[in-house]
């Protein structure tokens, strides 16, 4: 009995792998059916495509006719032209021009920096009063060929108290040259002097007389006699500091 139970249930595998297997092998074929549909066929605006030919915007080719709005931009076209034909393509041509254009503006401007401050323009600009240059139209150029006493003398009987406060101050620059603290040039300005004599021990002294020298000879400002015994004596002061 157990015997037949055995072959029936061998047969009922047997049959169910043949089944499996065969459905496996079944091909299932799919009939594509062919589209005799026409086209849709989309054509162009050829008025519009006029329009992008027509705009300057829209034109990547070079134009060797193309008129620059200005000489700058003409010039940058023809830097442009000439450096990038040595280059691999247009975009490293570009940020090699851009890094060219801003190396030589930050020149510019270094230059300009460094000149104005050798000019009295970099004082007005500041706001600071103007560093003058030191002169002696009256007598002579050279501050060694001046009779210091005697101008000073002259100019104090016939009042005016301007020149006498400018030659005291050419006396003192004569006084600090012979002494080596400066170097005294005609091309110089007061405030070079007062650069010359810095961290030595007479420095604040002489820069309060090169402000009553600034302000009295080229603030416009006119000295009464009281007003000038004190600059005469703060002037004479320095110079027995110095001497």
């Known amino acids: 009995m157990k015997k ?13 792998d043949l089944t499996f297997a065969q459905q496996d092998t079944i091909l299932i074929q799919k009939t594509v059916s062919k589209d005799n549909s026409l086209p849709n066929v989309r054509n162009f605006d050829a008025e ?9 915007e829209f034109n990547y080719e070079k134009n060797e006719n193309l008129e620059a709005n200005n000489i700058l931009e003409a010039f940058f076209r023809w830097l442009f032209r000439q450096l990038g034909s040595g280059f691999q393509n247009t975009m490293e041509a570009a940020g090699w021009l851009r890094s060219l254009i801003i190396l030589v503006c930050v ?3 270094i230059y300009v920096v460094l000149q104005l401050a050798k000019s009295d ?13 030191i002169g002696f139209d009256e007598v002579s ?9 005697t101008a000073i003398a002259e100019a104090i009987a016939q009042k005016n108290y301007t020149r006498a406060t400018r030659l005291f101050y050419l006396k003192n620059l004569k006084i ?8 005294w040039q005609l091309n110089k300005t007061n405030h070079d002097y007062v650069f010359e004599v810095s961290g030595k ?3 604040n002294d002489f820069r309060k007389l090169t402000f009553l020298f600034d302000y009295v000879c080229y603030g416009d400002f006119q000295l009464s006699e009281n007003d ?3 600059v005469e004596q703060t002037f004479r002061s320095f110079e027995q500091k110095v001497a």
């Open 4 to 16: 037949k139970y055995v072959i029936l249930l061998f047969c009922c595998f047997a049959f169910s």
């Open 48 to 56: 519009a495509l006029k329009n992008y030919r027509n705009n300057k």
């Open 107 to 109: 020149g510019l401007i």
């Open 121 to 133: 323009w970099v004082n007005v600009l500041l706001g600071k009063s103007q560093a003058t240059k």
């Open 141 to 149: 150029e050279n501050i060694h060929e001046i009779d210091f006493d």
């Open 176 to 183: 600090l040259t012979d002494k080596q603290h400066i170097d």
């Open 201 to 203: 021990p007479f420095e």
């Open 228 to 230: 000038f015994k004190e």
